[in-house]
């Protein structure tokens, strides 16, 4: 069993995502851990479904053979598991590598999604400490040679120690498959690492990837690789935005990170172009005044507002009131008196 995909799991995934996946969300490891009554290592069998497709949004049930039990106890060999499908779950969810589920008291995995790829080694055996024992195998399969197991080990590892984990993340920005060195880059980023925010600055400028250097990039089981490299990009940048631990730290006050998002703001990429002025809002530093003020003619209509809204609140006029809703009703006028306003610092 473990070698072939199941037939009923075959035919429910050659339908639409659409039809059959659910938003991951940003699921923390931590979270998961602490949710779970069991975490289990172990082999997906086969998924029981009624109907082919199966109803739009409704619950699958998987049937997982349990090699380990990392959290929790368990007598069975093998346990019924009710989810929902997702990019990062539909990739876990396979015959030919071992997985880690974490699963509620009431057997459904928590959030209806927690389950992640796993290494086909084992780590240490299995202590008293179940948290220790995950964070092992997390460990295992943040070097390990399937570039899918390693993005998910060095994400799950990055949730659950927070910067502790950077070590591990760096030694992982060289790694040859590209959605592990985005996954670990976005990641350093995350925590205030101006040097890995630099290295992904520069991968972000080769974006948006052709159809046809995607395979020699990113190993990917379902095509899904690339979507989830973007994903982690846009946390990236969010986490610029609006996080205080990452926007009141050092990394602000540095010429390199303003020079960085200034670029990132200039790629092709809208989503992209978006978050970084959403990071120039809440900098709120005059040295991407220029490039605020450049895209008040901007075509797309969240990027002008963001411009307006940032340089709005620059001014400290007191006759110009700043909020979304006021800049909705008359660009316009805020356009003039931004531009006058520039023209007189000049």
């Known amino acids: 069993m473990r070698n072939a995909v199941a037939p009923v799991l075959a035919a429910c995934l050659l339908f639409p995502t659409t039809a059959l996946a659910r938003p991951c969300g940003e699921l923390s490891a931590d979270r998961a851990f602490q949710q779970a009554a069991l975490v289990v290592k172990g082999w997906f069998e086969y998924t029981r479904i009624e109907g082919v497709p199966p109803p739009l949004g409704s619950d699958l049930t998987s049937i997982i053979r349990v090699d380990r039990v990392l959290k929790g106890a368990t007598s069975r060999t093998r346990i019924a598991v009710t989810h929902f499908l997702c990019f990062?779950?539909?990739?876990?969810?396979?015959?030919?590598?071992p997985l880690i589920a974490f699963v509620t008291a009431s057997g459904s995995l928590v959030d209806g999604s927690a389950v992640l790829p796993a290494s086909q080694l084992n780590a240490a055996e299995v202590t008293d400490d179940p948290k220790a024992t995950v964070r092992a195998e997390f460990l295992l399969g943040a070097t390990d040679s399937d570039p899918i197991v390693a993005r998910a080990a060095l994400g799950a590892l990055a949730q659950l120690d927070g910067e502790a984990s950077s070590a591990i993340l760096?030694?992982?920005?060289?790694?040859p498959d590209l959605g592990v060195r985005v996954r670990a880059l976005t990641w350093l980023t995350r925590f205030g690492d101006v040097d890995a925010f630099r290295r992904l600055t520069q991968t972000l400028s080769e974006w948006p990837f052709t159809p046809f250097s995607i395979p020699r990039l990113i190993q990917d089981d379902e095509g899904f690789s690339l979507a989830i490299a973007e994903d982690d990009v846009r946390h990236a940048?969010?986490?610029?935005?609006?996080?205080?631990?990452?926007?009141?730290?050092s990394l602000f006050r540095t010429r390199a990170f303003l020079?960085?998002?200034?670029?990132?703001?200039?790629?092709?990429?809208?989503s992209l172009r978006r978050m970084a002025f959403q990071v120039m809002r809440h900098a709120e530093h005059s040295m991407f005044f220029p490039i605020l003020v450049n895209a008040l003619t901007d075509p797309d209509k969240?990027?002008?507002?963001?411009?307006?809204?940032?340089l709005c609140n620059a001014?400290?006029?007191?006759?110009?009131p700043c909020g979304p809703s006021y800049v909705?009703?008359?660009e316009q006028r805020y356009v003039y008196r931004i531009r006058a306003w520039r023209k007189a610092r000049q």
């Open 170 to 175: 760096r030694q992982a920005v060289d790694n």
């Open 328 to 330: 909705e009703t008359g």
């Open 315 to 320: 001014m400290h006029a007191a006759d110009l």
């Open 237 to 249: 940048l969010y986490t610029l935005a609006v996080d205080p631990a990452v926007s009141t730290g």
């Open 302 to 310: 969240e990027i002008r507002r963001t411009a307006i809204y940032t």
């Open 259 to 270: 020079e960085l998002v200034t670029t990132v703001a200039q790629l092709d990429e809208l």
């Open 88 to 97: 990062e779950n539909r990739i876990a969810m396979r015959t030919d590598r």
